[in-house]
């Protein structure tokens, strides 16, 4: 080797072995930074108690527990501590079914009526696949059962065939928790024991979710969290509902931060199910128009920063939980927080942009506004809300509470806000057939942010007016 090259050739070594503790160094301080975020984030949010999880590229970066678990008796939360799924658990009753599907019990194209067949007529068009993808029409039954009182599967069955539906199978996307009941109750009876003893033989137990688990008020659960509330700034437990609510497939059950590791590396490697199978539930439904909906079978499906991110989070009885893969990036963040307040998407949002700065949620900042005349028309909607004169005829698709409780609470907050600015267009979204604005607008030095989505034919789906942070 000439002299100039051997020189040359050590001179690169030796830059890179100078670098390489700098590198080292910005790895390792990747959890501490993680930490500090959460810490700050958890203080900032007033959160009892908490699990977080981080994996990226195939490496647990951080795994802890932080606050409480048990207030009364003074418990940390640790990664074996056990949380209530909320609407997470939407995957694994997913899995339930196409484990279902899989071993030839149930087809996606199968009526609901085939495994309800004291169904109303009308239910005839609704499959199982309408039921995984929100699609079915059915109304929601969240806040429309008397939470004090106990149900038996087909005391659910009944109480859901008695809300009207609201659009024709397949013709577009709206959250119901009433498809997961139904869901639960589909396999509780085709496989002739409980979704989640299927979930425990099928799923868990191959997997490596060592204590996931479904609800109990009987048994004896180790690690497990009490769900807190804030009332007026005090702490208090969560809300006590009967014990059947807490069997349903739309989220009744625990898992610990430990269990939901090995199910994203179970994800990972699209475990238990073939390759088809996965390929189903990861895949975002299309409507009977042709448009499609980013939600697949217990799955949210969107993108960031040009990439999929697959996510879902759940809410209920003093628990809130977030699960989101930021798929390009290899990054996985699991959030479980004990505390009705808790944001887990805050947390997860903030991870994801210390990991990766591009990960980060675009900023809400203007944008041309092609459409004025629907702005018009929403600025108009605004007005006749804080007025108390708005024809609620204008709102499609949303929930009763919305009519009876929501709208008055806009109403008032609006009328506390006084005169505001013009509409300030800063995004605009496609989701299926449906248009989502969301507007800035400003109240002397506050800013506030104005979504609504609309439908093929005008109405409103969705109202929604909030602090900017």
Same mark, same amino acid.
């Given at each position: ?118 169904? !109303? ?100 659960? !180790? ?142 900042? !203007? ?103």
């Amino acid at each position: 080797m000439p002299v100039a090259s051997w020189s040359m050739a050590w001179s690169v070594v030796l830059i890179a072995w100078l670098l390489l503790p700098s590198h080292a160094a910005a790895r390792a301080a990747l959890p501490e930074r993680i930490d500090a975020f959460i810490r700050a984030e958890q203080k900032r949010q007033g959160v009892v108690g908490l699990a977080v999880g981080v994996v990226h590229k195939g490496r647990v970066v951080l795994a802890r527990g932080y606050g409480s678990a048990n207030l009364e008796h003074r418990v940390p939360v640790g990664t074996d501590t056990l949380f209530q799924s909320g609407s997470l658990g939407k995957m694994f009753t997913a899995m339930a079914v196409m484990a279902q599907v899989e071993a030839g019990r149930v087809a996606l194209s199968d009526s609901v009526t085939k495994y309800f067949p004291d169904a !109303p007529a009308s239910w005839a068009p609704i499959t199982v696949r309408h039921l995984l993808t929100h699609t079915s029409g059915i109304q929601d039954v969240e806040g429309q059962l008397d939470e004090r009182k106990d149900y038996s599967d087909d005391a659910f069955a009944q109480a859901i065939y008695a809300l009207p539906l609201e659009f024709p199978a397949g013709h577009r996307w709206s959250y119901s928790n009433s498809g997961y009941v139904l869901l639960g109750i589909l396999v509780n009876r085709v496989a002739g024991t409980s979704y989640t003893n299927v979930l425990a033989t099928e799923v868990f137990k191959p997997v490596g979710m060592k204590t996931a688990r479904g609800i109990s008020e009987d048994d004896i659960i !180790p690690y497990r969290s009490s769900g807190y509330r804030l009332v007026e700034g005090e702490v208090k437990h969560q809300t006590w509902v009967s014990p059947s609510l807490n069997t349903t497939g739309d989220g009744s059950l625990y898992f610990s931060l430990q269990d939901m590791l090995a199910w994203d590396a179970a994800v990972e490697r699209r475990a238990v199910l073939s390759r088809e199978r996965w390929s189903e539930i990861l895949s975002p439904v299309r409507l009977e128009s042709g448009a499609t909906h980013p939600y697949g079978f217990g799955w949210e499906l969107l993108e960031r920063d040009g990439k999929p991110l697959h996510q879902h989070t759940g809410a209920w009885q003093g628990f809130r939980t977030a699960y989101s893969r930021f798929i390009g990036d290899s990054l996985s963040i699991i959030v479980l927080a004990n505390t009705d307040r808790a944001r887990p998407r805050d947390f997860v949002e903030g991870i994801a942009a210390i990991v990766n700065p591009a990960l980060a949620v675009p900023a809400l900042a !203007p944008i041309v506004d092609s459409e004025p005349e629907v702005t018009a028309r929403l600025a108009a909607l605004l007005e006749a809300v804080r007025a108390g004169t708005v024809d609620t005829a204008r709102f499609a698709y949303v929930h009763p509470r919305f009519l009876e409780g929501a709208l008055p609470q806009y109403q008032k907050g609006l009328q506390e806000l006084g005169a505001v600015g013009p509409l300030v267009l800063a995004r605009r979204e496609v989701l299926g057939d449906d248009r989502r604005y969301t507007y800035l607008l400003t109240s002397g030095a506050k800013t506030f942010v104005f979504t609504a989505q609309l439908i093929p034919d005008g109405r409103v789906s969705l109202f929604d007016v909030r602090p900017k942070k």
